[in-house]
């Protein structure tokens, strides 16, 4: 009997915590499949930190496989699902399709950056929901002060020294406070000529910082950003965004080159695609976390609108606490529809939240006991390292080593504005600008998603490829150690080498390799018959010796040696001859039958001697040669010294 089929798609709190929990639960009595587009769990609490260059991105994140051995993993993006015939349809990281067959599906694809009708947002705008857009952030803001510093221009400075983050909840508060601290350390080291420092304002429709948290909370949070001199302003939001600056409601206008949007978050459009029951989006479940109706269908997380045992008539928030426990009580539930244990139904306890606001300060209130200062930042890093899965011991590192050392103002460059668009089904992934996968599903304004007719090609980032030394994508690399370098083996026609006269062909072209230094080169050493003399005119090869007009692929004509040389092969398969730098060709390549340029002599390896004579003849034991090659090594008997080759 074969055993039952689990397939989980998605790898956030929920997705990652099921696939944890299930597979302990089976005990190898089930095969579970984990669908993401990446290969590890974000910790997403901790991406302020990322942005603000405390932690480096891999500590944030969680190997998938290293941290889940009993469940198989698999890259790529579910782009429908076909609850009747069993089975979800995925496309992979490199565009290829896939299908995955279930007999228990579990979603929780999680959510992604909401948007509101404002003009302009979703084009100057940039979310916060996956590391592309942290180290986006961390570049792009660290670009402009640089650029800020080096301007005369107030008006310009005042722009690119001014960072407008919208939406003033979890996120987006950590975000201005620890970004205010970034931009004050590196302006502290390099004051601005016009003597101003970084603004960060922080916006919201909301009466308070936190609308979301226990009041007290709340209080501390926008106590601590106003003493750093953040400009908190409750009520106000974006009405038109360009980019030059924002228009606010309140009828000001600020201008600005950096508008982050932490708003809120939407679930993921995948489950809008399967035409059940939604609330704001949400998939509509029980308090098992089963779709009604859908013995077979499970959803968790973000997706997934669970109603709220304690607070009748409601549903639990879109939250990393309430998804994590969601995944606990899911597997339980998917165990128990396999005859593993018992169902539960889901409850929970509030038991505190906890903000990071950078250096000692934090506000938190675990189990509802209001803190601030540093008590309360000992207690959001404690609980952070509680509850990360892995890496535990390398972000305390990271922390202890910013508490003592300054941190590295620099802008790696590795993602591009256009690679992280507001509007994405997939803000883990970046995206490149004109691949298929740029708004193709959401509407135009980037990314593909996890809906239909998205597609999922994704390319170097276009920084990575015009960094490499020959221009282009094809990650082969240079020779070294040779003047000009080596050819590129296996470029397009054979592109000689560089900074060399007549250029050098490429290694996979019929002829073979030219010997380094001398002109009219050496063929290749692999081929049969043996190697050819390097320093006597009669031991070049055919095609290297001067040759009489005659017609492209006819026979050559009869050596004074007695050994009729054999024709060289003009197939189709041939490659055409390498331009040299200035045009020219090879002495190698050079078609037979092309004459020299008027005033260039035929180059010779001997002075003096007739370029025709093919010198001595070779002993009677001299073995006969190969095709296209020349005689094999033989020792001089007309008393000239040898030449040329090394």
Same mark, same amino acid.
């Given at each position: 009997?074969?055993?039952?089929?689990?397939?989980?798609?998605?790898?956030?709190?929920?997705?990652?915590?099921?696939?944890?929990?299930?597979?302990?639960?089976?005990?190898?009595?089930?095969?579970?499949?984990?669908?993401?587009?990446?290969?590890?769990?974000?910790?997403?609490?901790?991406?302020?930190?990322?942005?603000?260059?405390?932690?480096?991105?891999?500590?944030?994140?969680?190997?998938?496989?290293?941290?889940?051995?009993?469940?198989?993993?698999?890259?790529?993006?579910?782009?429908?699902?076909?609850?009747?015939?069993?089975?979800?349809?995925?496309?992979?990281?490199?565009?290829?399709?896939?299908?995955?067959?279930?007999?228990?599906?579990?979603?929780?694809?999680?959510?992604?950056?909401?948007?509101?009708?404002?003009?302009?947002?979703?084009?100057?705008?940039?979310?916060?929901?996956?590391?592309?857009?942290?180290?986006?952030?961390?570049?792009?803001?660290?670009?402009?002060?640089?650029?800020?510093?080096?301007?005369?221009?107030?008006?310009?400075?005042?722009?690119?020294?001014?960072?407008?983050?919208?939406?003033?909840?979890?996120?987006?508060?950590?975000?201005?406070?620890?970004?205010?601290?970034?931009?004050?350390?590196?302006?502290?080291?390099?004051?601005?000529?016009?003597?101003?420092?970084?603004?960060?304002?922080?916006?919201?429709?909301?009466?308070?910082?936190?609308?979301?948290?226990?009041?007290?909370?709340?209080?501390?949070?926008?106590?601590?950003?106003?003493?750093?001199?953040?400009?908190?302003?409750?009520?106000?939001?974006?009405?038109?965004?360009?980019?030059?600056?924002?228009?606010?409601?309140?009828?000001?206008?600020?201008?600005?080159?950096?508008?982050?949007?932490?708003?809120?978050?939407?679930?993921?459009?995948?489950?809008?695609?399967?035409?059940?029951?939604?609330?704001?989006?949400?998939?509509?479940?029980?308090?098992?976390?089963?779709?009604?109706?859908?013995?077979?269908?499970?959803?968790?997380?973000?997706?997934?609108?669970?109603?709220?045992?304690?607070?009748?008539?409601?549903?639990?928030?879109?939250?990393?606490?309430?998804?994590?426990?969601?995944?606990?009580?899911?597997?339980?539930?998917?165990?128990?529809?396999?005859?593993?244990?018992?169902?539960?139904?889901?409850?929970?306890?509030?038991?505190?939240?906890?903000?990071?606001?950078?250096?000692?300060?934090?506000?938190?209130?675990?189990?509802?006991?209001?803190?601030?200062?540093?008590?309360?930042?000992?207690?959001?890093?404690?609980?952070?390292?509680?509850?990360?899965?892995?890496?535990?011991?390398?972000?305390?590192?990271?922390?202890?080593?910013?508490?003592?050392?300054?941190?590295?103002?620099?802008?790696?460059?590795?993602?591009?504005?256009?690679?992280?668009?507001?509007?994405?089904?997939?803000?883990?992934?970046?995206?490149?600008?004109?691949?298929?996968?740029?708004?193709?599903?959401?509407?135009?304004?980037?990314?593909?998603?996890?809906?239909?007719?998205?597609?999922?090609?994704?390319?170097?980032?276009?920084?990575?490829?015009?960094?490499?030394?020959?221009?282009?994508?094809? *990650?082969? #690399? &240079?020779? %070294?150690?040779? $003047?000009? @370098?080596?050819?590129?083996?296996?470029? /397009?026609? =054979?592109?000689? +080498? !560089?900074?060399?006269?007549?250029?050098?062909?490429?290694?996979?072209?019929?002829?073979?390799?030219?010997?380094?230094?001398?002109? *009219?080169? #050496? &063929?290749? %050493?692999?081929? $049969?018959? @043996?190697?050819?003399?390097?320093?006597? /005119?009669? =031991?070049?090869? +055919? !095609?290297?010796?001067?040759?009489?007009?005659?017609?492209?692929?006819?026979?050559?004509?009869?050596?004074?040696?007695?050994?009729?040389?054999?024709?060289?092969?003009?197939?189709?398969?041939?490659?055409?001859?390498?331009?040299?730098?200035?045009? =020219?060709?090879?002495?190698?390549?050079?078609?037979?039958?092309?004459?020299?340029?008027?005033?260039?002599?035929?180059?010779?390896?001997?002075?003096?001697?007739?370029?025709?004579?093919?010198?001595?003849?070779?002993?009677?034991?001299?073995?006969?040669?190969?095709?296209?090659?020349?005689?094999?090594?033989?020792?001089?008997?007309?008393?000239?010294?040898?030449?040329?080759?090394?």
């Amino acid at each position: 009997m074969s055993r039952p089929r689990i397939v989980i798609v998605g790898a956030g709190f929920a997705g990652y915590r099921t696939a944890r929990t299930l597979s302990r639960l089976t005990r190898h009595q089930a095969d579970i499949t984990l669908l993401n587009p990446t290969d590890y769990f974000l910790y997403l609490p901790l991406l302020p930190q990322v942005a603000a260059g405390i932690l480096e991105p891999r500590r944030v994140s969680v190997s998938l496989s290293g941290t889940l051995p009993r469940v198989r993993l698999v890259l790529g993006e579910a782009d429908g699902i076909d609850l009747d015939g069993h089975t979800v349809h995925y496309t992979d990281p490199e565009g290829g399709a896939g299908t995955l067959p279930f007999d228990r599906l579990v979603l929780a694809a999680g959510s992604v950056n909401k948007l509101l009708p404002i003009p302009g947002v979703a084009e100057h705008a940039h979310g916060f929901r996956g590391l592309p857009e942290a180290l986006y952030l961390r570049d792009h803001v660290t670009r402009q002060v640089e650029l800020a510093a080096a301007t005369g221009d107030r008006a310009e400075c005042a722009a690119r020294c001014t960072f407008v983050v919208v939406g003033a909840g979890y996120t987006g508060t950590e975000v201005a406070a620890h970004g205010q601290m970034y931009t004050e350390a590196q302006v502290r080291g390099h004051p601005m000529r016009t003597g101003m420092r970084p603004r960060w304002m922080l916006l919201d429709v909301a009466p308070r910082v936190l609308p979301e948290m226990d009041e007290r909370l709340s209080r501390t949070a926008e106590r601590v950003l106003r003493q750093r001199g953040v400009d908190v302003r409750m009520g106000i939001s974006v009405k038109e965004a360009t980019h030059e600056g924002v228009l606010l409601t309140d009828g000001s206008t600020v201008d600005t080159r950096t508008l982050v949007w932490c708003v809120g978050v939407r679930p993921d459009p995948l489950v809008e695609s399967l035409g059940l029951p939604l609330e704001r989006g949400r998939l509509l479940v029980d308090p098992h976390l089963q779709v009604p109706g859908r013995p077979e269908l499970f959803a968790c997380g973000d997706v997934a609108a669970v109603p709220d045992l304690e607070r009748p008539g409601q549903y639990t928030p879109m939250t990393a606490q309430h998804a994590w426990r969601h995944g606990k009580v899911c597997a339980h539930n998917v165990a128990a529809s396999l005859g593993l244990g018992e169902r539960r139904a889901y409850r929970h306890r509030d038991r505190g939240f906890v903000v990071d606001l950078g250096g000692a300060k934090a506000a938190a209130n675990p189990f509802g006991v209001p803190l601030s200062g540093p008590v309360a930042g000992a207690v959001t890093r404690g609980y952070h390292l509680a509850a990360m899965p892995g890496n535990r011991v390398r972000v305390a590192a990271d922390w202890l080593l910013d508490s003592v050392l300054p941190r590295q103002a620099v802008q790696l460059g590795l993602v591009r504005s256009g690679s992280v668009p507001l509007e994405s089904a997939s803000p883990e992934l970046a995206r490149m600008p004109g691949s298929p996968t740029t708004g193709e599903k959401d509407g135009g304004a980037g990314g593909g998603g996890k809906g239909p007719d998205a597609a999922r090609d994704h390319k170097p980032d276009t920084a990575s490829v015009a960094s490499r030394p020959d221009g282009g994508g094809s *990650g082969r #690399e &240079p020779g %070294r150690g040779r $003047p000009g @370098g080596d050819p590129g083996k296996g470029l /397009p026609a =054979g592109e000689p +080498a !560089k900074g060399r006269p007549g250029g050098e062909p490429a290694r996979n072209q019929p002829g073979g390799e030219p010997a380094k230094g001398q002109p *009219g080169g #050496e &063929p290749a %050493r692999n081929q $049969p018959g @043996g190697e050819p003399a390097k320093s006597r /005119p009669g =031991g070049e090869s +055919a !095609k290297s010796r001067p040759a009489g007009p005659r017609t492209a692929g006819a026979p050559a004509e009869p050596r004074t040696t007695g050994r009729p040389a054999k024709p060289r092969s003009t197939g189709a398969s041939a490659k055409p001859p390498a331009a040299g730098p200035s045009g =020219g060709r090879s002495r190698s390549d050079r078609p037979h039958g092309t004459p020299r340029s008027a005033g260039t002599p035929a180059p010779t390896r001997s002075a003096g001697v007739p370029p025709g004579d093919p010198g001595p003849e070779p002993p009677a034991d001299q073995p006969p040669p190969g095709p296209d090659i020349a005689p094999g090594p033989v020792r001089r008997t007309d008393g000239r010294a040898a030449e040329g080759d090394s």
